[in-house]
């Protein structure tokens, strides 16, 4: 079965790809796309989708300079897709620390993986369609397969886990083949899907700096961590930016304003004019 069809050839060795199943992350994808080109990156920009997404909506994504690639959602058991299924995921394993909005499907998630299949790619950097990169970050594709920063934003301890939101990889069917098997395996649950798998896939993962993938949360968990001159990337986790009024919009203002200057083709702040997080003595 042919799994991918994209609508013109790649043009580089590398690739910045995103993923979108449905248009609630449309939003997202445009101000990602703006802010990787105003980076004045060489790589492709791919926008991994699915069905789910209209042509038409795909549309100006492909008119900012995005690759369009289609793929399917991956073809898993029933039983995992019932046990992954949004209701049942979030009674197993309760989001205590922040929101999801509604529209997020974790059983979409999984689909991520489909991006070692893109083997016309030596490099691939994967990033959120809930992402910005402020700074350009072509580095990543010197990186190492599997590279990601750590899911810091509240305590020490997140520095256990990775976020899968950035990583970089080396797409190889064979790895995703392998991926496969190991993913989807009677009894099998991903409490935070792709990314306790990916965890679970590469236990040794290598570490980016923080910077590469600041979750919005340390703006007010950890405001010591937050220097505009070493963010690369800002990725807006739980709560998007593209919310009407979230129970963080107060909290996240600056960072939201930032994303929507992104979004609307707005001239972007000099680093140096933007406000710093309150940090309390
Ligand atoms: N995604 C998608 N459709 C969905 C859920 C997720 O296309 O229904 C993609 C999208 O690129 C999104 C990423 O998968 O940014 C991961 O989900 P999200 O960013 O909402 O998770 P969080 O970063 O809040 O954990
Ligand atoms: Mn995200």
Known sequence: MQDLS??????????????????AYLPGAVALIRSLNLTKTGADIVILHTEGVAAEA???LSEMGARLVKT???????????????DKLHAAAPFTKGRK??????????????LWQLTEYENIVFLDADTIVIQNIDVLFEYPEYSAAPNVYESLSDFHRLNSGVFAAKPSQKTFEAMMIALDKPG?????TDQTFLQSYFPNWHGLPVFFNMLQYVW????????????????????????ADHARSE??????ELWQAYYEGRDIPNMADLPLPMVEN
């Not at 609508?7 to 910045?16: E, G, Q, W």
């Not at 909005?101 to 489909?114: G, I, Q, S, V, W």
């Not at 010591?224 to 930016?241: A, C, F, G, N, R």
């Not at 909290?251 to 939201?256: D, G, I, Q, Y």
Request: overall charge positive; charged content about 20%.
């Open 188 to 192: 099998i649950f991903w409490p935070r």
């Open 251 to 256: 909290l996240l203002r600056p960072l939201t």
């Open 220 to 243: 007010f968990n950890l405001p010591e961590l937050w220097d505009w001159k070493s963010v690369k990337v800002i990725h807006y986790q739980y709560e998007k930016p593209w919310e």
């Open 6 to 23: 994209a609508n013109i050839p790649a043009a580089s060795p590398n690739a910045f790809v995103t993923l979108l199943t449905n248009d």
């Open 101 to 114: 909005p509604d529209f997020h499907t974790p059983l979409a998630n999984f689909c991520k993986l489909r």
């Open 72 to 86: 399917a959602l991956l073809d898993v058991s029933n039983e995992f897709r019932e046990t992954h299924r949004r």
């Open 58 to 60: 795909l549309f100006p």
